[in-house]
């Protein structure tokens, strides 16, 4: 079945750009409709959904977020990317990536399943 | 404040029944969008449980089950076990925000 993994640095400095990838095996990242998604859960455990990518390559995030943050694809090497820049402590959190899958009435209908194992981020000088 | 409201938590003793509720708006499940229910246990990653309102993905006992009214929906598991303590989480879409929202999650004690 469909596994996804995160990789990156645990750590990263005020005002820089948090970086990971999720690398999906088990199945391609081209095949299928489903929305390539990253979520965070931050120390207070809420759980926030940051934005996604299709296999098309178009992308789409939270607005909060929009400003700082891309999400690009990489096909050959089945893996999909986070980069969300000017990090502050805020931006401190376990970050998931998740296979979004829509529903029969459309992806905003959709859940998310399977997920990564998680990977924390620290923003810390 | 999460979109969506969760009690922080529920308990119950071991073959018991509970319900965990998940209130939005009209902007969101009462807009007619899906409810969808997360078991995270300690130190893992949240699992689907409950996706579409009340179905179930295959693996998942059917002690568990979901349901939808107007801008509400609940989360019930009957023969409560120690094996189902853990945080339970709802998801849904906002059209005011433009994505998918969570609930602030309910921490279920098995007593």
């Known amino acids: 079945q469909v596994q996804l993994q995160e990789s990156g640095p645990g750590l990263v400095k005020p005002s820089q750009t948090l970086s990971l990838t999720c690398t999906v095996s088990?199945?391609?990242?081209?095949?299928?409709?489903?929305?390539w998604s990253w979520i965070r859960q931050h120390p207070g455990k809420d759980l926030e959904w940051i934005g996604y990518?299709?296999?098309?390559?178009?992308?789409y995030y939270k607005s909060s977020l929009k400003s700082r943050l891309t999400i690009s694809l990489d096909t050959s090497k089945n893996q999909f990317s986070l980069n969300l820049s000017s990090v502050t402590a805020a931006d401190t959190a376990v970050y998931y990536c998740?296979?979004?899958?829509?529903?029969?009435?459309?992806?905003?209908?959709?859940?998310?399943?399977?997920w990564g194992q998680g990977t924390l981020v620290t923003v810390s000088s | 404040q999460s979109v969506l409201t969760q009690p922080p938590s529920v308990s119950g003793a071991p073959g018991q029944r509970v319900t965990i509720s998940c209130t939005g708006s009209?902007?969101?499940?009462?807009?007619?969008?899906?409810v969808h229910w997360y078991q995270q246990l300690p130190g893992t990653a949240p699992k689907l449980l409950i996706y579409?309102?009340?179905n179930r993905p295959s693996g998942v006992p059917d002690r568990f089950s979901g349901s939808k009214s107007g801008t509400s929906a609940s989360l019930a598991i009957t023969g409560l076990q120690a094996e189902d303590e853990a945080d339970y989480y709802c998801?849904?879409?906002?059209?005011?925000?433009?994505?998918?929202?969570f609930g602030g999650g309910t921490k279920l004690t098995v007593l």
């Open positions: 998740a296979r979004g899958t829509p529903s029969p009435y459309g992806a905003d209908w959709g859940w998310f399943d399977p």
């Open positions: 009209g902007s969101n499940i009462g807009a007619g969008y899906h």
């Open positions: 579409g309102n009340n």
């Open positions: 088990g199945g391609s990242i081209s095949r299928g409709d489903y929305f």
């Open positions: 990518i299709h296999y098309s390559g178009s992308a």
């Open positions: 998801q849904s879409y906002d059209t005011t925000l433009s994505g998918w929202v």
